[in-house]
């Protein structure tokens, strides 16, 4: 049988498997017991990385997600989730809210999502704003572990390392078309294996971007992000063909050499280095809270 490997997931000291289950794809199968099995087979064959959002699909993801843990799972997986509120209020109501329909006390990893703007830190550190809320859910044991996204662009996210501030993860896009544009794994991957912080990989397909090009397989593409020096690869998982295609690329892997590396940069040179292919970077259409700006407001201090 096939061997899902592990690392650790920075300086936690927690163990995670290589490839992750993306929270947003999971409610997107027709029905609710069709994306229980799926999480649930994802763990019996070697994932332990379960990805998920406050925001996704009204809930739904988090809903079902929690109905795919019961009965032992949750035990089993380093259960992450992320909310979107930047002042401390709003951030206490949706944790708390995705601890209900996780059905869990306490997730392993809390992350502030979508940190995408040039002035989004400023106001999660801000008097009142969210890291307030985040470090008093870890006080509470609400969450074991503190970290955040992006997408956008790497200078976002060195200003939220610039803080003084322990993160323990943080997660942006590392794929094939990174390089070559705003890149997160030349500015950011360097700094936070530094540190000793986890790294999250996401969108190691571009959104599926990297697919259309026609350039290269879904299981390259994965085991491109695979051999970077990341701790975990999220991908969408959906249907049962998604499972076995992550499976397929993380199943007693062995990080590609720089030859082939170099093979697969050079066939997708032509697609990269605008941002075209990279939409989660140039435009809105990933950015979920661009819907809700009500969350991004700075909390007011009397």
Request: charged share 25%; hydrophobic share 40%; with cysteine.
């Amino acid at each position: 049988m096939s061997v899902i490997p592990q690392r650790p997931l920075g300086s936690t000291g927690q163990q995670v498997s290589i490839i992750g289950l993306g929270g947003a794809h999971i409610a997107r199968p027709r029905c609710r017991s069709e994306a229980v099995n799926l999480v649930r087979e994802a763990v019996e064959r070697g994932i332990t990385f379960m990805d998920n959002c406050w925001d996704y699909h009204e809930g739904r993801s988090e809903m079902w997600m929690g109905d795919a843990l019961k009965g032992g799972y949750r035990d089993r997986v380093l259960l992450m989730t992320k909310i979107d509120g930047q002042n401390a209020k709003v951030a206490r109501k949706q944790l708390d809210q995705s601890l209900k329909r996780l059905k869990t006390d306490h997730v392993d990893l809390l992350q502030m999502h979508e940190v995408i703007r040039p002035d989004d830190p400023e106001r999660i550190f801000a008097r009142g704003g969210a890291i307030e809320a985040l470090m008093k859910a870890r006080d509470q044991g609400k969450a074991r572990y503190l970290g955040f996204t992006g997408h956008k662009h790497p200078e976002t996210l060195l200003k939220m390392l610039e803080q003084d501030f322990p993160w323990d993860a943080v997660q942006m896009p590392v794929n094939l078309l990174d390089s070559h544009f705003r890149s997160f794994q030349e500015q950011i991957l360097p700094l936070l294996r530094q540190r000793g912080v986890g790294v999250i990989a996401m969108k190691p397909l571009a959104g599926g971007a990297l697919l259309d090009t026609g350039m290269v397989t879904a299981t390259e593409a994965l085991q491109y992000s695979l051999s970077q020096p990341v701790d975990v690869v999220v991908t969408g998982i959906e249907t049962h063909g998604d499972l076995e295609q992550a499976l397929e690329a993380a199943a007693d892997f062995v990080p590609l050499d720089d030859t082939a590396i170099a093979k697969l940069h050079d066939r997708v040179k032509p697609f990269a280095g605008s941002g075209e292919y990279e939409p989660y970077k140039t435009t809105t259409r990933h950015d979920g809270t661009v819907r809700n700006p009500q969350w991004l407001v700075k909390a007011k201090v009397k």
